[in-house]
């Protein structure tokens, strides 16, 4: 199976080409700059297509042609949310492709203009952010994990290689054309941690964010979503779908710690 990866170079796209090459998948990358790939996924690639802007159709059709699948592991911008992946259905639609393994953002739209039937995935919080990219969550200088809340609330954490796993399991399972609904997460882990205030509090600066930015200013309290929506279990999603994929090992979140040492 020959699949393509949009946003190849992102934490959850390097994750997704290591899984399909141990299963003995071929795979394109398109993405801004194959520099921001390691060197094992370099060197395996069937060829690698450079993005030079969110609408750059023309490297879109490029890298679409003649794949089996495609999986969009696009940055979290909205602008990659629903214009680059707009034309990146589209190209995907004039070259036949039928498995699509997409951002949720704008499923309906696709339901209604597309015939294409995307897999739409979600996960827990992905453990590789959390903990090595957010210091506004985990501070490695000093050990503090910040949060809104009681400190027994549940999180559900999936780390990136994880998710690669899954998404290949997904898109090479039977039927995968038909399109699709899957939830892919780890068990839950209870924590001590340094509260910040209330879950009312947390809302209170999710909406107090929202009132002053506005939604194109959503960075400024992105991080008051999760800190609110997590422990108040809004985002929770039910029925899992991991018995569904038995191959995939699910990685514990203190196997990741001990594999991260400098978290």
């Known amino acids: 199976m020959l699949v393509l990866i949009a946003g190849i170079t992102g934490l959850v796209g390097i994750p997704c080409a290591r899984s399909a090459f141990e299963r003995g998948h071929k795979v394109r990358g398109l993405a801004r700059s194959i520099d921001n790939l390691p060197e094992d996924v370099r060197n395996q690639l069937e060829c690698f297509e450079t993005i030079s802007d969110y609408h750059d159709i023309a490297a879109m059709d490029r890298a679409t042609k003649g794949v089996d699948g495609i999986i969009c592991a ?129 809302e209170d600066k999710l909406n107090e964010g929202q009132a002053e930015y506005g939604k194109s200013g959503w960075y400024n309290y992105i991080r008051y979503c999760y800190q609110y929506h997590i422990p108040a279990r809004s985002w929770d999603h039910e029925p899992a779908d991991v018995a569904r994929f038995p191959n995939v090992k699910q990685t514990r979140l203190e196997e990741f710690f001990r594999r991260n040492p400098d978290v």
């Open 74 to 202: 696009f940055a979290a911008l909205p602008e990659m949310f629903m214009e680059t992946q707009f034309l990146l259905i589209r190209a995907a639609e004039r070259s036949g492709v039928k498995v699509y393994d997409d951002i949720r953002g704008f499923a309906h739209h696709v339901a209604v203009s597309s015939s294409i039937k995307p897999i739409y995935m979600f996960t827990g919080a992905i453990a590789d952010y959390s903990f090595k990219r957010s210091r506004c969550d985990w501070d490695p200088d000093t050990n503090t994990f910040n949060f809104h809340g009681p400190s027994t609330f549940p999180t559900r954490y999936t780390t990136a290689e994880d998710i690669g796993n899954y998404v290949l399991e997904v898109i090479t399972a039977p039927n995968t054309a038909n399109g699709d609904f899957s939830t892919a997460r780890e068990g839950r882990i209870t924590a001590k941690l340094n509260c910040l205030g209330s879950l009312k509090d947390a």
